[in-house]
């Protein structure tokens, strides 16, 4: 008994002692254009990696990773879709070469122009990770099996 109640004396300390993460310095650009681009986003948070800016946010019940230049310009998007949602060749590429997975989550990410999707494919073995391009070529896979 003694011993649950130092326990819960000590428990907040231990968690004050945690470090925080330092808040970033969030360009006015940057910040203004995710406002403008995402006036619904909610659960908005921002971190700083190498030289840009991501927000991590969602709209509705959609995650969205946008890495921003410190002007505001957009230079990668990710965000979950739907397995219905992916282009024809990249589902006839899994039901040829993964015929033995069924598709997990799925991501699209917009970089530079170029459209990838990102699947995590199961199995019973384990699961796969797999970058595809949108004519259905892979372009990086991992796996966890």
Same mark, same amino acid.
């Given at each position: ?7 819960l004396l000590l ?10 993460p330092? +808040?970033?310095? $969030?360009?006015? !650009?940057? &910040? ?10 909610? #659960?908005?948070?921002w ?9 991590k946010?969602k ?19 990710e ?7 992916? +282009?024809?060749? $990249?589902?006839? !590429?899994? &039901? ?7 598709i997990?989550?799925? #991501?699209?990410?917009?970089e ?27 372009h990086?896979?991992?796996?966890d099996?």
């Amino acid at each position: 008994m003694k011993l649950t109640r130092l326990l819960l004396l000590l428990l907040p300390i231990t968690l004050l002692a945690q470090p925080q993460p330092q +808040p970033i310095s $969030v360009p006015v !650009a940057a &910040a203004q254009a995710i406002k403008k681009l995402y006036p619904e986003a909610s #659960e908005l948070s921002w971190e700083k990696k190498k030289e840009l800016y991501r927000a991590k946010f969602k709209t509705g019940k959609v995650d969205h990773k946008v890495w921003l230049q410190a002007d505001g310009t957009v230079s990668r998007h990710e965000y979950e879709i739907k397995k219905d949602q992916l +282009p024809k060749p $990249v589902t006839d !590429a899994i &039901a040829k070469d993964f015929s033995a997975y069924t598709i997990g989550d799925c #991501e699209q990410n917009d970089e530079k122009g170029a459209t990838s999707y990102k699947v995590e494919l199961k199995s019973p073995q384990g699961k796969k990770n797999v970058q595809f391009l949108s004519d259905g070529k892979v372009h990086s896979k991992k796996s966890d099996d």
